[in-house]
């Protein structure tokens, strides 16, 4: 089946634009999260959604970042204001079911380049 | 989540069984033990995880000391497309949130 799927692959972007990042989870998954990883570093955890409702944004590094899950499906992380070390890839993930302990699928996430 | 601590990188001959340790000395028994992966260029791919049982699946087994205070990761024959960094996370119990660290970089040797 259909993994999740990050749009776009890859964004450049010139320092002081705003930027949005899209995230399609696994159909029926509950949770999704965000993750920022910078090169050589394991990803970092920004966000975390169950269904529509944003649980934990103690990660967001700045009030520049702002994540929605409108309808509890699709995700969007937008970053008003790009600085250049805004640049990293961002990741999205997925799981099922929060109680459960189900594991974490990730998309291969969004490049992003500030110029 | 208590720490852990990963060797930075290791080698493995093609077709031999690579061992990854972590330690995570300070778990505490609400804490799941999990691999993850990460191929270049790709996002991390979940791998197994455990609480204090051994559990092995179709990629991997995972073998946890019985005071849980260190575990490894055995991937039983390597292959090229194992090469990759490997994540070692200690998770709480019914908790979403996960940090990974910086992980052992398994490189498979031909």
């Known amino acids: 089946g259909a993994g999740v799927s990050q749009s776009p692959r890859y964004k450049v972007a010139k320092r002081g634009q705003d930027v949005a990042l899209r995230c399609d989870p696994i159909?029926?998954?509950?949770?999704l999260f965000w993750y920022q990883q910078a090169l050589g570093q394991g990803p970092e955890f920004l966000t975390y959604f169950q269904n529509e409702a944003q649980l934990d944004k103690s990660g967001l590094p700045s009030d520049r970042f702002f994540a929605e899950r409108p309808e509890g499906s699709v995700s969007t992380l937008k970053i008003q204001r790009t600085q250049q070390e805004d640049s990293a890839v961002y990741l999205c993930a997925s799981s099922l079911d929060m109680g459960r302990d189900q594991p974490q699928h990730f998309g291969d996430g969004t490049r992003l380049s500030i110029l | 989540d208590a720490k852990t601590t990963q060797p930075p990188s290791m080698d493995c001959a093609e077709g031999r069984a690579a061992n990854l340790p972590c330690n995570h000395s300070?778990?505490?028994?609400?804490?799941?033990v999990y691999w993850y992966r990460q191929i270049h260029s790709q996002g991390p791919q979940y791998i197994i995880h455990g609480l204090k049982n051994n559990e092995t699946n179709e990629m991997a087994s995972l073998i946890i000391t019985e005071d849980r205070k260190s575990s490894t990761l055995i991937l039983p024959h390597a292959t090229l497309r194992d090469t990759a960094v490997y994540y070692c996370?200690?998770?709480?119990?019914?908790?979403?949130?996960?940090?990974f660290g910086t992980g052992t970089k398994l490189q498979v040797i031909p």
């Open positions: 159909s029926g998954h509950v949770s």
């Open positions: 300070t778990i505490s028994g609400n804490e799941y």
């Open positions: 996370i200690v998770k709480i119990r019914g908790y979403q949130k996960v940090t």
